[in-house]
Each structure stands twice: as C-alpha cells, then as structure tokens.
C-alpha cells in the first residue's frame, strides 16, 4: 500500500529522465520513481540547484495516469492554446 505522503527526501535523490521530445534549452521537466511514487523535478533545477534544495513533486503511479489520461484526452489544451 502507498504511504499517504510521498517521500520527498527519497525523490529528490532519485535518477531523473529527461523526456526524449523535451527541448534542450531547460523547459522541460524530468521524472524518477521511487516505489510507488513518481517524482517530477524541474528541469532547470536539475542542473543549477543542489540535490537537497530543488522542488520536487511527488505523485503516486495512478495520480499521474490519471494526468496523463486527461491530458491525451485533451482536458487542457484550452490552457495552452
């Protein structure tokens, strides 16, 4: 079972990915996971901010599904047109 609060420590020291359509100018985002839980990381921060300072986002597995469900469905596009 996921623990009720994602451990930011963990994530923060995580093996992130860059996605491979992501720009190489920094705009971008990278993921890690950690058992059951997703981390995303800005890009930007990735290269310039210590490992224990950057912001980092956690999501468990089926949170962002459901974002990516949504987004390929376009739920958000009015947001970036």
Not at 13 to 36: I, M, Q, W
Not at 39 to 56: H, I, L, M, N
Not at 59 to 73: D, G, H, M, W
Request: with cysteine.
């Amino acid at each position: 079972m996921t623990e009720e609060r994602p451990p930011i420590e963990q994530l923060r020291r995580g093996k992130y990915e860059k996605p491979s359509a992501s720009p190489d100018k920094g705009n971008c985002f990278r993921l890690t996971r950690v058992g059951d839980w997703i981390g995303v990381q800005d890009d930007k921060e990735y290269t310039t901010t210590p490992v224990d300072k950057r912001t980092t986002l956690g999501f468990t597995i089926a949170e962002l599904e459901a974002f990516l469900i949504s987004a390929k469905a376009g739920e958000f596009d009015h947001l970036i047109a």
